[in-house]
Protein backbone atom coordinates (compact mmCIF):
# COMPACT_ATOMS: atom_id res chain seq x y z
CA UNK A 1 0.00 0.00 0.00
CA UNK A 2 2.76 2.59 0.52
CA UNK A 3 4.18 1.95 -2.73
CA UNK A 4 0.70 2.67 -4.41
CA UNK A 5 1.37 5.56 -6.47
CA UNK A 6 -1.98 7.52 -4.87
CA UNK A 7 -0.66 6.86 -1.11
CA UNK A 8 -0.27 10.54 -0.26
CA UNK A 9 0.38 9.74 3.91
CA UNK A 10 -3.35 9.11 4.80
CA UNK A 11 -3.39 9.30 8.21
CA UNK A 12 -5.85 5.93 8.14
CA UNK A 13 -6.74 3.16 5.31
CA UNK A 14 -8.98 0.50 7.09
CA UNK A 15 -9.76 -2.89 5.04
CA UNK A 16 -13.24 -4.74 5.58
CA UNK A 17 -14.71 -7.80 5.02
CA UNK A 18 -17.48 -9.32 5.94
CA UNK A 19 -17.91 -12.88 4.62
CA UNK A 20 -21.65 -13.57 5.43
CA UNK A 21 -22.64 -10.40 2.97
CA UNK A 22 -19.38 -10.86 0.72
CA UNK A 23 -18.62 -7.31 1.58
CA UNK A 24 -15.17 -6.16 0.59
CA UNK A 25 -14.54 -2.58 1.02
CA UNK A 26 -11.73 -0.35 2.30
CA UNK A 27 -11.98 3.43 3.85
CA UNK A 28 -9.09 5.98 3.29
CA UNK A 29 -8.84 8.55 5.86
CA UNK A 30 -6.50 11.27 3.68
CA UNK A 31 -6.32 14.50 6.62
CA UNK A 32 -8.64 15.03 9.39
CA UNK A 33 -6.77 18.46 10.38
CA UNK A 34 -9.77 20.65 9.61
CA UNK A 35 -12.49 18.26 11.07
CA UNK A 36 -13.58 14.36 10.20
CA UNK A 37 -13.11 12.93 6.70
CA UNK A 38 -16.52 13.47 4.78
CA UNK A 39 -16.58 11.66 1.39
CA UNK A 40 -18.65 9.28 -0.13
CA UNK A 41 -19.27 5.43 -0.73
CA UNK A 42 -18.45 4.20 -3.80
CA UNK A 43 -19.68 0.58 -5.50
CA UNK A 44 -17.60 -0.25 -8.29
CA UNK A 45 -16.48 -3.84 -9.46
CA UNK A 46 -12.42 -2.90 -9.69
CA UNK A 47 -10.34 -4.99 -11.96
CA UNK A 48 -8.23 -5.81 -9.20
CA UNK A 49 -8.08 -5.00 -5.38
CA UNK A 50 -5.09 -2.92 -6.28
CA UNK A 51 -7.29 -0.83 -8.48
CA UNK A 52 -9.89 -0.25 -5.70
CA UNK A 53 -7.02 0.84 -3.56
CA UNK A 54 -5.68 2.82 -5.88
CA UNK A 55 -9.34 4.74 -6.49
CA UNK A 56 -9.80 4.96 -2.52
CA UNK A 57 -6.49 6.66 -1.72
CA UNK A 58 -6.50 9.55 -4.82
CA UNK A 59 -10.48 10.17 -4.43
CA UNK A 60 -9.64 10.46 -0.42
CA UNK A 61 -6.69 13.08 -1.19
CA UNK A 62 -8.83 14.92 -3.11
CA UNK A 63 -11.94 15.46 -0.58
CA UNK A 64 -9.46 16.89 1.85
CA UNK A 65 -8.55 19.32 -0.98
CA UNK A 66 -12.16 19.85 -1.88
CA UNK A 67 -13.05 20.35 1.73
CA UNK A 68 -10.52 22.94 2.44
CA UNK A 69 -11.46 25.29 -0.62
CA UNK A 70 -14.85 25.27 0.18
CA UNK A 71 -14.32 26.61 3.82
CA UNK A 72 -15.81 23.49 5.19
CA UNK A 73 -14.61 22.10 8.89
CA UNK A 74 -14.81 18.57 7.63
CA UNK A 75 -11.08 16.94 6.15
CA UNK A 76 -10.47 14.00 2.97
CA UNK A 77 -12.19 10.69 3.17
CA UNK A 78 -13.84 8.10 0.53
CA UNK A 79 -15.02 4.63 0.74
CA UNK A 80 -15.29 1.62 -1.99
CA UNK A 81 -16.87 -1.28 -2.20
CA UNK A 82 -15.63 -3.88 -4.85
CA UNK A 83 -18.72 -5.26 -6.47
CA UNK A 84 -21.10 -4.82 -9.34
CA UNK A 85 -23.69 -1.98 -7.67
CA UNK A 86 -26.42 -3.88 -10.48
CA UNK A 87 -25.83 -7.18 -9.46
CA UNK A 88 -24.04 -7.74 -5.97
CA UNK A 89 -25.84 -5.01 -3.82
CA UNK A 90 -27.97 -6.22 -0.93
CA UNK A 91 -29.38 -4.64 2.44
CA UNK A 92 -27.34 -6.89 4.21
CA UNK A 93 -24.35 -5.15 2.48
CA UNK A 94 -25.10 -1.91 3.18
CA UNK A 95 -25.81 -2.55 6.58
CA UNK A 96 -22.30 -4.65 6.61
CA UNK A 97 -20.97 -0.81 5.50
CA UNK A 98 -22.84 0.94 7.74
CA UNK A 99 -21.44 -0.99 10.93
CA UNK A 100 -17.49 -1.00 9.12
CA UNK A 101 -18.25 2.76 9.09
CA UNK A 102 -19.29 3.05 12.42
CA UNK A 103 -15.91 1.37 13.63
CA UNK A 104 -14.39 4.20 12.38
CA UNK A 105 -15.54 6.04 15.28
CA UNK A 106 -16.61 9.22 13.68
CA UNK A 107 -12.99 9.99 11.79
CA UNK A 108 -15.24 9.16 8.52
CA UNK A 109 -18.59 10.16 7.41
CA UNK A 110 -20.05 8.25 4.64
CA UNK A 111 -22.51 10.07 1.75
CA UNK A 112 -23.53 8.54 -1.34
CA UNK A 113 -21.17 8.11 -4.66
CA UNK A 114 -21.10 6.14 -8.15
CA UNK A 115 -23.06 3.19 -7.77
CA UNK A 116 -24.73 4.14 -3.56
CA UNK A 117 -28.10 6.12 -3.18
CA UNK A 118 -29.47 7.76 -0.94
CA UNK A 119 -31.38 4.91 0.11
CA UNK A 120 -27.78 2.77 0.34
CA UNK A 121 -26.64 5.63 2.61
CA UNK A 122 -30.29 5.51 4.51
CA UNK A 123 -29.29 1.94 5.22
CA UNK A 124 -26.28 2.38 6.68
CA UNK A 125 -27.04 5.35 8.72
CA UNK A 126 -29.81 2.76 10.79
CA UNK A 127 -26.79 1.62 12.06
CA UNK A 128 -23.71 4.32 12.08
CA UNK A 129 -24.53 8.27 13.51
CA UNK A 130 -21.38 8.57 10.77
CA UNK A 131 -23.74 9.44 7.65
CA UNK A 132 -24.44 12.37 5.62
CA UNK A 133 -27.04 13.04 2.68
CA UNK A 134 -30.17 10.88 2.70
CA UNK A 135 -31.91 13.66 4.82
CA UNK A 136 -32.25 17.51 4.71
CA UNK A 137 -34.61 19.85 5.82
CA UNK A 138 -34.07 22.56 3.05
CA UNK A 139 -32.95 22.59 -0.59
CA UNK A 140 -30.42 25.80 -0.91
CA UNK A 141 -32.96 26.90 -3.82
CA UNK A 142 -36.23 26.02 -0.95
CA UNK A 143 -37.40 23.10 -2.42
CA UNK A 144 -38.27 20.11 -1.03
CA UNK A 145 -34.91 18.08 -0.59
CA UNK A 146 -34.66 14.42 -0.08
CA UNK A 147 -30.95 14.49 0.84
CA UNK A 148 -29.26 13.99 -2.52
CA UNK A 149 -26.37 16.60 -3.09
CA UNK A 150 -26.78 16.51 -6.99
CA UNK A 151 -28.98 19.41 -7.30
CA UNK A 152 -26.86 21.80 -4.88
CA UNK A 153 -23.53 20.32 -6.99
CA UNK A 154 -25.35 21.28 -10.65
CA UNK A 155 -26.14 24.98 -8.85
CA UNK A 156 -22.57 25.27 -7.95
CA UNK A 157 -21.00 24.54 -10.71
CA UNK A 158 -23.27 26.82 -12.54
CA UNK A 159 -22.24 29.70 -9.83
CA UNK A 160 -18.27 28.55 -11.03
CA UNK A 161 -19.16 28.53 -14.67
CA UNK A 162 -20.07 32.47 -14.32
CA UNK A 163 -17.43 33.42 -12.36
CA UNK A 164 -15.40 32.02 -15.03
CA UNK A 165 -17.18 33.38 -17.65
CA UNK A 166 -16.78 37.23 -15.82
CA UNK A 167 -13.61 36.27 -15.56
CA UNK A 168 -12.47 35.47 -18.80
CA UNK A 169 -15.04 36.99 -21.02
CA UNK A 170 -16.74 40.29 -18.87
CA UNK A 171 -20.01 38.77 -20.07
CA UNK A 172 -22.67 36.85 -18.39
CA UNK A 173 -24.43 33.93 -20.17
CA UNK A 174 -26.38 35.34 -22.29
CA UNK A 175 -25.72 34.07 -26.13
CA UNK A 176 -23.25 31.83 -24.80
CA UNK A 177 -22.41 28.50 -25.78
CA UNK A 178 -22.06 25.92 -23.16
CA UNK A 179 -21.43 21.93 -23.74
CA UNK A 180 -21.76 19.78 -21.79
CA UNK A 181 -20.81 16.27 -21.24
CA UNK A 182 -22.84 13.95 -19.53
CA UNK A 183 -26.90 14.66 -18.68
CA UNK A 184 -27.21 12.99 -15.60
CA UNK A 185 -27.98 13.96 -12.34
CA UNK A 186 -25.47 17.47 -12.43
CA UNK A 187 -25.21 17.51 -16.09
CA UNK A 188 -29.34 18.13 -16.96
CA UNK A 189 -29.87 20.11 -13.91
CA UNK A 190 -26.67 22.31 -15.30
CA UNK A 191 -28.25 22.24 -18.34
CA UNK A 192 -31.14 23.61 -17.50
CA UNK A 193 -29.83 26.76 -15.07
CA UNK A 194 -27.51 27.37 -17.95
CA UNK A 195 -30.81 27.91 -20.52
CA UNK A 196 -32.75 29.91 -17.70
CA UNK A 197 -29.57 32.18 -18.05
CA UNK A 198 -29.71 32.45 -22.02
CA UNK A 199 -27.40 30.26 -22.53
CA UNK A 200 -27.30 27.67 -25.80
CA UNK A 201 -26.44 24.04 -24.78
CA UNK A 202 -24.97 21.31 -26.68
CA UNK A 203 -25.26 18.08 -24.90
CA UNK A 204 -24.02 14.31 -25.20
CA UNK A 205 -24.43 11.62 -22.60
CA UNK A 206 -23.71 7.88 -23.95
CA UNK A 207 -27.25 6.80 -22.54
CA UNK A 208 -29.56 8.25 -24.74
CA UNK A 209 -32.70 8.06 -22.46
CA UNK A 210 -31.21 10.77 -20.07
CA UNK A 211 -31.15 13.44 -22.88
CA UNK A 212 -34.93 13.20 -23.85
CA UNK A 213 -36.60 15.39 -21.31
CA UNK A 214 -33.86 18.38 -22.82
CA UNK A 215 -33.96 17.22 -26.21
CA UNK A 216 -37.29 18.78 -26.19
CA UNK A 217 -35.65 22.15 -25.70
CA UNK A 218 -35.88 24.94 -28.86
CA UNK A 219 -31.84 25.97 -27.21
CA UNK A 220 -30.93 22.20 -26.71
CA UNK A 221 -28.92 20.70 -29.25
CA UNK A 222 -27.79 16.99 -28.75
CA UNK A 223 -24.34 15.87 -29.94
CA UNK A 224 -22.26 12.61 -30.77
CA UNK A 225 -20.52 11.96 -27.60
CA UNK A 226 -17.42 11.12 -29.61
CA UNK A 227 -16.84 14.63 -29.77
CA UNK A 228 -18.77 16.67 -27.29
CA UNK A 229 -15.20 17.76 -26.13
CA UNK A 230 -14.45 19.20 -30.10
CA UNK A 231 -17.35 21.66 -30.26
CA UNK A 232 -16.65 24.84 -30.70
CA UNK A 233 -18.20 26.70 -27.60
CA UNK A 234 -17.22 29.38 -25.33
CA UNK A 235 -17.86 26.46 -22.39
CA UNK A 236 -16.97 23.00 -21.95
CA UNK A 237 -18.20 21.36 -18.79
CA UNK A 238 -17.09 18.33 -18.38
CA UNK A 239 -19.81 16.16 -16.27
CA UNK A 240 -19.34 12.25 -17.23
CA UNK A 241 -16.32 10.73 -16.40
CA UNK A 242 -12.61 11.49 -15.38
CA UNK A 243 -9.51 12.08 -17.52
CA UNK A 244 -12.42 13.88 -20.13
CA UNK A 245 -8.99 16.30 -20.29
CA UNK A 246 -6.28 14.10 -21.76
CA UNK A 247 -2.97 14.14 -24.12
CA UNK A 248 -5.63 13.20 -26.96
CA UNK A 249 -8.87 15.02 -26.13
CA UNK A 250 -6.84 18.58 -25.61
CA UNK A 251 -5.75 19.03 -29.16
CA UNK A 252 -8.88 19.13 -30.58
CA UNK A 253 -10.66 21.28 -27.72
CA UNK A 254 -12.23 24.53 -28.93
CA UNK A 255 -13.50 26.28 -26.29
CA UNK A 256 -12.25 29.37 -24.33
CA UNK A 257 -12.99 27.79 -20.46
CA UNK A 258 -13.37 24.05 -19.12
CA UNK A 259 -15.54 24.44 -16.30
CA UNK A 260 -17.89 21.17 -15.68
CA UNK A 261 -18.65 18.99 -12.29
CA UNK A 262 -16.86 15.56 -13.29
CA UNK A 263 -13.73 14.58 -10.69
CA UNK A 264 -10.39 14.57 -11.65
CA UNK A 265 -10.96 15.77 -15.35
CA UNK A 266 -7.20 16.66 -16.17
CA UNK A 267 -6.41 12.95 -16.98
CA UNK A 268 -2.51 14.27 -15.04
CA UNK A 269 -1.40 17.60 -13.87
CA UNK A 270 0.35 18.34 -16.71
CA UNK A 271 -2.78 18.75 -18.48
CA UNK A 272 -3.19 21.48 -16.42
CA UNK A 273 -0.02 23.90 -17.88
CA UNK A 274 -0.86 23.20 -20.82
CA UNK A 275 -4.62 24.62 -20.87
CA UNK A 276 -2.46 27.65 -19.71
CA UNK A 277 -0.59 27.77 -22.59
CA UNK A 278 -3.17 27.51 -25.02
CA UNK A 279 -4.82 30.30 -23.03
CA UNK A 280 -7.90 28.05 -21.93
CA UNK A 281 -9.24 28.96 -18.43
CA UNK A 282 -9.77 26.16 -16.35
CA UNK A 283 -11.83 25.88 -13.45
CA UNK A 284 -10.48 23.14 -10.68
CA UNK A 285 -12.71 20.56 -10.16
CA UNK A 286 -12.64 19.99 -6.63
CA UNK A 287 -13.89 23.69 -6.42
CA UNK A 288 -16.44 24.17 -8.72
CA UNK A 289 -17.81 20.73 -7.66
CA UNK A 290 -17.31 21.41 -4.56
CA UNK A 291 -21.49 22.12 -3.86
CA UNK A 292 -22.03 18.39 -2.54
CA UNK A 293 -20.15 18.47 0.11
CA UNK A 294 -21.29 22.05 0.99
CA UNK A 295 -24.89 20.61 1.22
CA UNK A 296 -24.12 17.55 3.08
CA UNK A 297 -22.21 19.71 5.65
CA UNK A 298 -24.98 21.94 6.01
CA UNK A 299 -27.79 18.81 6.21
CA UNK A 300 -26.01 18.11 9.41
CA UNK A 301 -26.36 21.73 10.45
CA UNK A 302 -29.67 21.66 9.64
CA UNK A 303 -29.13 24.79 8.05
CA UNK A 304 -31.35 27.34 6.22
CA UNK A 305 -31.92 27.34 2.73
CA UNK A 306 -30.70 31.04 2.44
CA UNK A 307 -27.74 29.90 4.36
CA UNK A 308 -26.77 26.62 1.96
CA UNK A 309 -27.20 29.31 -1.13
CA UNK A 310 -24.63 31.53 0.39
CA UNK A 311 -22.19 28.92 1.03
CA UNK A 312 -22.68 27.60 -2.62
CA UNK A 313 -22.30 31.39 -4.12
CA UNK A 314 -18.53 31.46 -2.20
CA UNK A 315 -17.40 28.76 -4.76
CA UNK A 316 -17.31 31.81 -7.36
CA UNK A 317 -15.60 34.07 -5.11
CA UNK A 318 -12.69 31.06 -4.41
CA UNK A 319 -12.22 30.67 -8.30
CA UNK A 320 -11.84 34.32 -8.93
CA UNK A 321 -9.10 34.18 -6.32
CA UNK A 322 -7.66 31.50 -8.22
CA UNK A 323 -7.68 32.99 -11.43
CA UNK A 324 -6.21 36.04 -10.18
CA UNK A 325 -3.26 34.33 -8.53
CA UNK A 326 -2.94 32.11 -12.01
CA UNK A 327 -3.14 35.14 -13.87
CA UNK A 328 -0.08 37.34 -11.91
CA UNK A 329 2.28 34.11 -11.55
CA UNK A 330 1.42 31.94 -14.51
CA UNK A 331 1.30 28.81 -12.68
CA UNK A 332 -1.72 26.81 -13.74
CA UNK A 333 -5.25 27.10 -11.52
CA UNK A 334 -5.06 23.44 -11.13
CA UNK A 335 -1.58 23.70 -9.11
CA UNK A 336 -2.79 27.04 -7.63
CA UNK A 337 -5.79 25.24 -6.26
CA UNK A 338 -3.86 22.45 -4.89
CA UNK A 339 -1.25 24.36 -3.47
CA UNK A 340 -3.99 26.41 -1.82
CA UNK A 341 -5.69 23.88 -0.42
CA UNK A 342 -2.40 22.48 0.76
CA UNK A 343 -1.67 25.56 2.68
CA UNK A 344 -5.14 25.67 4.20
CA UNK A 345 -4.90 22.35 5.92
CA UNK A 346 -1.31 22.30 6.86
CA UNK A 347 -2.41 25.91 8.56
CA UNK A 348 -4.97 24.27 10.40
CA UNK A 349 -7.60 27.57 8.58
CA UNK A 350 -10.83 27.25 7.99
P1 LIG B 1 -24.43 10.44 -13.15
O1 LIG B 1 -23.93 9.04 -13.11
O2 LIG B 1 -25.82 10.74 -12.72
O3 LIG B 1 -24.25 11.07 -14.60
C1 LIG B 1 -23.15 10.84 -15.40
C2 LIG B 1 -23.70 10.76 -16.82
O4 LIG B 1 -22.60 10.71 -17.71
C3 LIG B 1 -24.55 9.52 -17.07
O5 LIG B 1 -25.81 9.93 -17.60
C4 LIG B 1 -23.74 8.71 -18.07
O6 LIG B 1 -24.55 8.00 -18.98
C5 LIG B 1 -22.94 9.79 -18.76
N1 LIG B 1 -21.71 9.37 -19.40
C6 LIG B 1 -20.84 8.40 -19.04
N2 LIG B 1 -19.82 8.34 -19.90
C7 LIG B 1 -20.03 9.30 -20.83
C8 LIG B 1 -19.32 9.74 -21.97
N3 LIG B 1 -18.17 9.19 -22.33
N4 LIG B 1 -19.84 10.76 -22.70
C9 LIG B 1 -21.01 11.34 -22.33
N5 LIG B 1 -21.74 10.94 -21.27
C10 LIG B 1 -21.24 9.95 -20.52
O7 LIG B 1 -23.36 11.27 -12.27
P2 LIG B 1 -23.56 12.72 -11.67
O8 LIG B 1 -24.02 12.61 -10.27
O9 LIG B 1 -24.30 13.57 -12.65
O10 LIG B 1 -22.05 13.21 -11.61
C11 LIG B 1 -21.37 13.62 -12.79
C12 LIG B 1 -19.90 13.82 -12.46
O11 LIG B 1 -19.77 14.79 -11.43
C13 LIG B 1 -19.19 12.57 -11.94
O12 LIG B 1 -17.85 12.60 -12.37
C14 LIG B 1 -19.23 12.73 -10.44
O13 LIG B 1 -18.17 12.05 -9.80
C15 LIG B 1 -19.07 14.24 -10.32
N6 LIG B 1 -19.63 14.80 -9.09
C16 LIG B 1 -20.94 14.59 -8.78
C17 LIG B 1 -21.45 15.12 -7.60
C18 LIG B 1 -22.89 14.92 -7.21
O14 LIG B 1 -23.35 15.58 -6.26
N7 LIG B 1 -23.64 14.08 -7.89
C19 LIG B 1 -20.62 15.87 -6.76
C20 LIG B 1 -19.30 16.09 -7.13
C21 LIG B 1 -18.81 15.54 -8.30
Known amino acids: MYSSNAFANH ?3 SIFYDEATQTKAIIAIHDTTLGPSLGGCRMFPYGSEQDALDDVLRLAEGMSYKAAMANLPQGGGKSVIIGNPHQDKSTEMMLAMGKFVESCGG ?6 DSGISVSDVKTMASVTKHAGGYSAHHRYDGA ?5 PAPATAYGVFVGIKAAVKYKLGTGLEGLTIAIQG ?4 GRRLAQHCINAGARILIADVYAPSLDEL ?3 PNVTVCDVNDIHAQTCDVFAPC ?4 AINRDT ?3 IRTRIIAGAANNQLAEPAIGDMLTKKGILYAPDFVINAGGIIDIHHQTLQSSASAIRAHLEQIGDTLQEIFSESAESGIATSDI ?3 MAKYKISSGKR
Do not use: F, P, S
Request: hydrophobic content about 40%; charged content about 25%; overall charge negative.
Open 337 to 339: AVN
Open 107 to 112: RYIVAE
Open 215 to 217: AKN
Open 11 to 13: EQV
Open 183 to 186: AGQV
Open 250 to 252: IKD
Open 144 to 148: EHDGN
Open 240 to 243: ALGG
